[in-house]
């Protein structure tokens, strides 16, 4: 993965790119969270939006933590750790928009002439 060294090297550093490095770069990110049982997480606009995790990590969240190697476990729980505490921050959850107000009608109202339809119903 053709990334910078400080953001991929390194069992203890927190891996993040950008989404258009993980994009262009996708199969060795795969490969890297493959073979290196690590977490490579994905940033836009410096808030992280995703992160890739190995199978592993699933089966944590699954719990069934206990089929997989103490040692794998730690390393994937310390890169979760590194992931979430250092760096970008989370996504904030989105805005929500205050209501618009009511606009008030533009439209006159008609008023029936009265005096007119009486005076033509009397002749």
Avoid: C, W
């Amino acid at each position: 993965m053709k990334l910078s060294k400080t953001a991929v090297s390194g069992s203890a550093k927190r891996r993040t790119v950008s989404t258009s490095q993980g994009r262009a770069n996708f199969a060795a990110a795969l490969q890297t969270v493959q073979k290196e049982k690590t977490i490579i997480g994905f940033n836009r606009y410096s808030q992280s939006v995703a992160a890739l995790v190995p199978v592993e990590a699933l089966l944590m969240l699954a719990g069934r933590g206990n089929a997989i190697e103490p040692a794998i476990r730690d390393k994937i729980e310390r890169m979760a750790h590194l992931f979430l505490q250092a760096g970008a921050p989370l996504q904030r959850p989105a805005r929500v928009p205050a209501p618009a107000p009511a606009k008030a009608s533009n439209k006159k109202k008609k008023k029936k002439k009265v005096g007119a339809v009486r005076a033509s119903a009397r002749k």
